[in-house]
């Protein structure tokens, strides 16, 4: 079985490496959804003309109809309102927590790569033992100490986030720094830092843009993992992990239309991001060449 | 090829070990409970948290015991009688005779003035009750007498200061001069003890897996009647969903059911009953009187306008799914202590608007507003996995809103908020205190009681005629005298809203239908019903 | 070695963040009914009055006399407490990794050789639905299944209860909901990893000089591409293993399974210092003697590996 399924896969390889890649059906169909899942949340509130954390309690529980689309939580209040502010938080989340988490990361891991020698044996160190902090403790620190708002979580995220980042990046610049461009743009007289942000940042965004698609899949779980210890976006303010873990207890209640609806958001979204991710990551390498 | 061989070991395993599940435990006549945290030692006075307590409860023979009713309970108490006299400052406890520790030593008169002196260690972790203050001395007459005297007369003393005391073995303990710190120190550490206990109650300790579970057996040298459950296990489930789930999946026979999870308790397969008594104690809403930016929450109008306007019924009854009792004042409806006399807050928000309006706070588009300021509060929750709690503060931000007071919520982490209202960083906290038997709010509301002088009144409550009416109580030649004045007292603070009394919370469990004779008390630390010594199984579990 | 340095640094940084949290232990410990003056008392006797320089100096003495501590909200010394729970949690953790790997290399080795295939596009999709999956909801539905729906397995727990020792059929009853989601999640980047690494040696010069050669098919893949495939491979696994000690807190928390990673989250919402130390420190140590251990794996995989 094995030998007669190599073939094709040996001899693809074996092809010359330009392959016009296209952005297979999986990929394109994610980035579908995502752009689906983006204007919905962006837009979507405005269309339903109610206060996402209006209570009607006499209402409560109730499954999805006519007038409440995807039913009533246990305070009354419309979830697909919930579920659609709650992504424009979690999206928000994700996004400026990978947006953080990129910048300092792209920036601590070009300087390191770039430099090398002592000042990168010494900050990789630094990446070291910043790794070995317990990270779930610092979020509760952190949590705990600036009274949880978005913002903070936000920045909280990103900032625990930047350590894989700068390696990649970091081992990127490492092998752009040999180019000869590098070594016609110092003799020109280039300075160090003209040479890495307008050179080697940009060469290496294959890299970044698809580590970031990453980050903001794994940001969006991280809020999910954060809310449900209770640390992460709170009470009334909605986002996908807040309305998740809120509603497990009504797992008995069989009250399907709260759990399932935030669960299979992130879901979808989170894979959404991955498989665009990929197929970026596939689309730079091949851009690049070998490696 | 050794990858399939791998996968059908594996299946293999998985196959003989689904066998195994179906016996959590190999004895059909256990009971278990589950909680959500496990007894983080048994030295009542090195240790909090409710699953310490309960099992200090049951293995300890406690000095006085309290039942159902908050009053002595002298069944299954160490002490069968006590004699007030002179004037209340005289106590003479008069001990059972031929009680046993379970390593054969006799528990006398002087384990119990040994464990009573070192209670007011300062030094300590969980030192007593601070009503002990008022003892001038405690002596060991005999082996079965111990004489406390007091400095002035106190009708809680009895309930509230010996009723926590369970007598300690002063042969393992006392090691150290009484009341250092050094003392201290190694009561606060002594793992041998904690973790190993000599015990003197109906129950000994099999096996303490800490955070796993805790099997106790019925303890043979007891002096009292003796346990008909063979095996009582508790069980750790530190999810509350996971808990449910396991009694669903039959694996917990007992367990606390919390409010939320009241409303799908009929969901539960198998032969369960439901039960739901009272509890002890109070969730109000507390302000700070000390924040300039909140002034006006002095003005008692202000405060009954709010009473007027949470409708507490509501919460009571879709929040909590009826686990509640609205309060009318400090003192929950249940008790014997409560003034059944006292005037009720009904939901009235014409009356709320009213009364803000009589007091010069004027509507200006969606909030109240008087000389400039506008009529704006925070109220702060503690714990964000606490559903109730933060339904309960929507609710009542909403009723707040509709009266036109501007409300904005902030939910802390569990510890930053105690640290907060310990330093009264707050404007309005939703809280709740358990009561102690004798429903004593000296700490809590008297004027000179705040912080720093080692009181509770973390939002510096101040009214004379309401420390007044405390003080009398308290200092009461007897209990029945002392029934006036908290009578009085509970119509002053109805009045004067020291506090915004939202509801006392009920406590409620699930059970399996074959099990009886459990007690249902209000003072339950666990939440689970009570009397574990005479609960018996009409039928074997499974 | 630069490793001692690392771990002072961590375990600096770790009691910086200690001190400055706001809701110290003393009023943990006693609860909000104690006295300031009881407070004062257990401040002092946690030695917590002390300036920062000196607390971590004593601790760190302590440390050198292998005395991790005391935790007084578990009233048990903090080597106690790790000893108990070290090995749980290795054993829950090494388990979901084993089962893990052992899906994922197969998985994405054959992914690699129907690479673009619709099978592989189909196995694609389940896989990263897997990845993305939240651990509480994946764990609860699990449980939900199993535990509840199905009776086959138990909610959570160790083992049996009245069995002491180390009851073989029973732990692995109640490990297997916590492996499986632990594994099922962690699966899909294993086997992507294996999967684009697979697919890159493939393309390589080398193995299709050896195809061109004639070598059975299965030579060059088990002895050629799947080694060098695997050397990346290892440095990710040394990369892991601060997991396999540190544990994972929501799914111990959701199977009730006493691990490292739920002591650490106690620990942390009881601001329990010494235990938060004190498994920093172990943590720290561990995982530094398992990088070392991916190095030296590293080495024997590939031999032109040096190091200077």
Same mark, same amino acid.
């Given at each position: 079985m094995i030998d007669a399924s190599l073939t094709p896969a040996v001899e693809e390889a074996a092809l /010359? +490496? +330009? +392959? %016009? +890649? =296209?952005? %297979?059906g999986v990929a394109t169909a994610s980035l579908l959804w995502l752009v689906f899942v983006a204007l919905t949340c962006a837009l979507g509130p405005f269309a339903i003309h109610a206060n996402p954390n209006a209570t009607d309690v006499a209402a409560a529980? *109730?499954?999805?109809? *006519? =007038?409440h689309w995807l039913g009533t939580d246990d305070l009354g209040r419309d979830e697909l309102l919930r579920v659609l502010v709650g992504g424009r938080v979690t999206i928000a989340v994700g996004a400026v927590a990978a947006t953080v988490a990129m910048i300092i990361g792209s920036v601590y891991g070009a300087f390191c790569g770039y430099y090398g020698g002592w000042i990168d044996a010494l900050l990789m160190r630094a990446v070291d033992v910043f790794m070995s902090v317990p990270t779930l403790f610092l979020l509760l620190f952190l949590a705990a100490m600036f009274h949880g708002n978005i913002v903070t979580l936000m920045l909280v995220i990103g900032v625990t986030s930047w350590l894989g980042p700068a390696r990649l990046v970091r081992g990127d610049i490492l092998s752009l720094k040999e180019r000869p461009y590098v070594e016609a743009a110092r003799s020109m007289g280039a300075t160090d830092a003209r040479i890495i942000f307008r050179h080697l940042v940009p060469n290496a965004f294959g890299t970044i843009a698809t580590t970031t698609t990453f980050m903001v899949a794994g940001a969006m779980l991280a809020e999910t993992a954060l809310s449900y210890l209770g640390i992460g976006v709170r009470a009334p303010t909605p986002s996908w992990g807040n309305l998740l873990s809120g509603a497990q207890s009504y797992i008995f209640a069989r009250a399907y239309w709260l759990i399932l609806p935030p669960g299979l958001a992130i879901l979808l979204t989170v894979t959404a991001l991955n498989f665009v991710g990929d197929a970026v990551r596939e689309r730079s390498n091949d851009a690049v060449g070998s490696t | 090829m050794i990858l399939r061989r791998m996968l059908a070991t594996f299946a293999l395993l998985v196959a003989c070990s689904c066998g195994a599940r179906t016996a959590e435990t190999r004895n059909p006549n256990a009971v278990i409970c589950a909680w959500i945290a496990g007894p983080d030692g048994f030295d009542p006075f090195a240790t909090i948290g409710s699953a310490a307590t309960m099992a200090e409860d049951l293995i300890y023979t406690p000095l006085i015991d309290i039942g159902p009713n908050l009053l002595p309970s002298w069944r299954t108490s160490l002490a069968y009688r006590v004699d007030v006299s002179d004037g209340g400052t005289r106590y003479v406890l008069h001990l059972r005779h031929g009680v046993r520790w379970s390593d054969g030593t006799p528990l006398t008169a002087k384990d119990v003035a040994f464990t009573i002196r070192l209670g007011t260690n300062p030094g300590l972790l969980h030192g007593v009750s601070a009503d002990f203050a008022l003892m001038r001395s405690v002596l060991a007459i005999g082996r079965h007498t111990v004489e406390v005297r007091l400095a002035r007369p106190s009708p809680p003393f009895l309930v509230n200061a010996l009723g926590e005391i369970k007598p300690l073995p002063e042969r393992l303990? !006392?090691?150290? /001069? /009484?009341?250092?710190q050094r003392e201290a120190a190694f009561v606060n550490t002594d793992t041998a003890f904690s973790q190993h206990p000599v015990v003197s109650g109906p129950w000994r300790i099999v096996r303490n897996v800490p955070d796993a579970y805790l099997i106790l057996a019925p303890n043979p040298s007891y002096w009292g009647p003796k346990p008909y459950i063979q095996e009582m296990v508790f069980r750790v489930y530190p999810e509350q969903d996971s808990l449910f789930a396991a009694v669903a999946a039959g694996e917990v026979d007992v367990t606390d059911i919390p409010p939320n999870l009241w409303r799908v308790r009929d969901r539960l397969p198998g032969n369960h009953r439901f039960i739901s008594w009272p509890w002890n104690v109070t969730f109000i809403l507390l302000p700070n009187y000390r924040d300039p930016a909140i002034?006006?929450?002095?003005d008692p109008r202000i405060k009954r306008a709010m009473m007027y306007a949470i409708d507490r019924s509501f919460i009571v009854t879709h929040i909590m799914s009826g686990q509640a009792d609205v309060l009318n004042g400090p003192i929950p409806t249940f008790s014997p202590y409560y003034d059944k006399a006292l005037p009720r807050y009904s939901y009235d928000p014409q009356k709320a608007r009213a009364l803000l309006d009589a007091a010069g706070w004027r509507m200006h588009g969606d909030v109240r507003m008087k000389d400039g300021r506008v009529l704006r509060i925070t109220l702060k929750t503690g714990g964000a996995t606490d559903a109730v709690a933060n339904d309960v503060a929507e609710l009542i931000q909403a009723n707040f809103k509709a009266v036109g007071v501007d409300c904005r919520l902030e939910n802390e982490e569990l510890q930053t908020f105690f640290s907060d209202v310990n330093a009264s960083r707050f404007q309005l906290a939703l809280r709740g205190n358990i009561l102690s038997p004798y429903p004593d709010d000296y700490k809590w509301y008297d004027s000179a009681q705040t912080r720093a002088n080692g009181g509770y009144n973390f939002g510096f409550y101040r009214n004379a005629r309401v420390d007044a009416a405390i003080e009398s109580a308290r200092t009461a030649p007897s209990l029945p005298a002392s029934r006036t004045d908290l009578d009085r007292y509970q119509q002053l603070a109805a009045r004067d809203l020291p506090a915004l009394y939202l509801f006392s919370n009920r406590l409620g469990a699930v059970v399996p239908s074959h099990l009886t004779g459990y007690e249902l008390d209000p003072d339950a630390p666990a939440a689970l019903p009570m009397g574990l010594q005479f609960w018996k199984l009409t039928r074997p579990r499974g | 070695m630069l490793a001692i340095p690392t771990l002072v640094g961590v375990t600096i940084l770790t009691f910086a963040l200690l001190h400055i949290? /706001? !809701? !110290?232990p003393a009023l943990a410990l006693a609860g909000d009914r104690a006295t300031p003056a009881q407070l004062q008392h257990i401040t002092h006797q946690l030695g917590l009055d002390r300036p920062w320089p000196q607390q971590y100096g004593a601790w760190l003495w302590e440390l050198s006399h292998g005395n991790l501590g005391f935790s007084y909200s578990r009233q048990a010394t903090v080597v106690s407490l790790i000893e108990e729970r070290l090995p749980q949690t290795t054993l829950l953790m090494g388990s979901a990794l084993l089962i893990s790997v052992l899906l994922a290399v197969p998985l994405g080795v054959w992914q690699a050789y129907r690479r673009n295939s619709t099978l592989d596009r189909i196995a694609s999709v389940v896989v990263f639905l897997a990845w993305s999956m939240p651990t509480f909801w994946f764990g609860t539905i699990l449980i939900a299944i199993f535990a509840v729906q199905l009776r086959w397995l138990p909610v959570g727990g160790l083992q049996t209860i009245d069995t002491a020792g180390f009851d073989w059929p029973s732990r692995i009853a109640h490990l297997i909901l916590p492996t499986t989601t632990l594994a099922i999640v962690s699966l899909a980047g294993w086997s992507r990893y294996i999967r684009g690494s697979m697919a890159e040696q493939l393309g390589e010069d080398y193995a299709r000089t050896a195809r061109a050669k004639g070598l059975g098919m299965r030579a060059v893949l088990f002895h050629h591409v799947l080694r060098n495939a695997l050397i990346p491979f290892i440095t990710l696994l040394g990369a892991t293993v601060p997991a396999l000690f540190g544990g994972a807190v929501i799914t111990e928390q959701i199977f009730a399974y006493p691990g490292m990673g739920q002591l650490f989250w106690q620990s942390a919402v009881d601001r329990d210092y010494a235990t938060l130390l004190g498994m920093t420190v172990i943590t720290g140590v561990l995982v530094v003697l398992g990088n070392l251990l991916a190095d030296i794996l590293y080495a024997v995989v590939d031999p032109r590996v040096r190091y200077d």
């Open positions: /010359p +490496r +330009r +392959r %016009g +890649r =296209r952005f %297979g529980f *109730a499954p999805p109809s *006519a =007038r | 303990l !006392g090691r150290y /001069p /009484p009341d250092t002034s006006w929450i002095r | 949290a /706001p !809701g !110290g």
